[in-house]
């Protein structure tokens, strides 16, 4: 089984990949393939609108090329997508929005033949969060997006592991939210096998 982890946060060591780290070490310690791609590290350019992916079938067909390239292979090779992002301005970072607005082309309802399938149709995705907010008022929006998202692109959504952000990196390094994040890890592992 693999597990493919967007991870939207633009801080190297920061909340959402601190909590991310015990989530990760679960998966591989119940033998789970993990690709990890730090998104802020990539080339991502927007989504142009141009519908030229509609018009192609069985691949992802987007006429931009650039590093989403090699996150379509690694979506399309995983049983289940993980969107791990801190909150920003009640939604996920910007790379995460691109990501999310590229998977368009996922999704061939638009074209000429107008097949209505998806690419990632019975993949399954999850979220990661952290915020400033209570959970509630911080990553609801987000959850909510991305449940619609999921119905959108017929993904089976497995659910959120949000923390919040009150005293900086600490709230993520305690033994109550490690063990969180390993239950949430399981909680994936179950849902897909
Ligand atoms: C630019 C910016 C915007 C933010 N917007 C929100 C927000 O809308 N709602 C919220 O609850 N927290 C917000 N926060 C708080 C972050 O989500 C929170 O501190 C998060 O844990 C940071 O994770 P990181 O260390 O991975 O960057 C914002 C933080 C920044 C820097």
């Known amino acids: 089984m693999n597990v493919c982890i967007l991870m939207g946060s633009m801080k190297k060591n920061g909340n959402t990949e601190m909590l991310s780290r015990p989530f990760v070490e679960q998966l591989k310690s119940q033998g ?114 991305l449940k619609r998202f999921s119905n959108h692109s017929h993904l089976d959504y497995l659910g959120m592991l949000a923390v919040r952000d009150i005293n900086g990196i600490c709230d993520f390094e305690t033994e109550e939210v490690i063990q969180q994040a390993k239950e949430f890890a399981v909680h994936i592992y179950n849902a897909c096998t």
């Open 32 to 145: 789970i393939n993990v690709e990890y791609i730090w998104l802020s590290d990539k080339n991502l350019q927007p989504c142009k609108s141009c519908f030229v992916c509609q018009s192609t079938e069985n691949i992802p067909g987007c006429s931009i090329k650039d590093d989403m390239e090699n996150v379509y292979k690694a979506i399309l090779n995983s049983d289940c997508i993980v969107f791990a992002t801190p909150i920003y301005s009640w939604f996920c970072t910007t790379p995460m929005k691109i990501v999310m607005d590229r998977l368009f082309c996922m999704n061939k309802f638009y074209g000429n033949t107008k097949t209505h399938y998806g690419l990632l149709e019975n993949k399954k995705c999850a979220i990661i969060a952290t915020c400033g907010y209570e959970i509630e008022q911080g990553a609801d929006l987000f959850e909510e997006s």
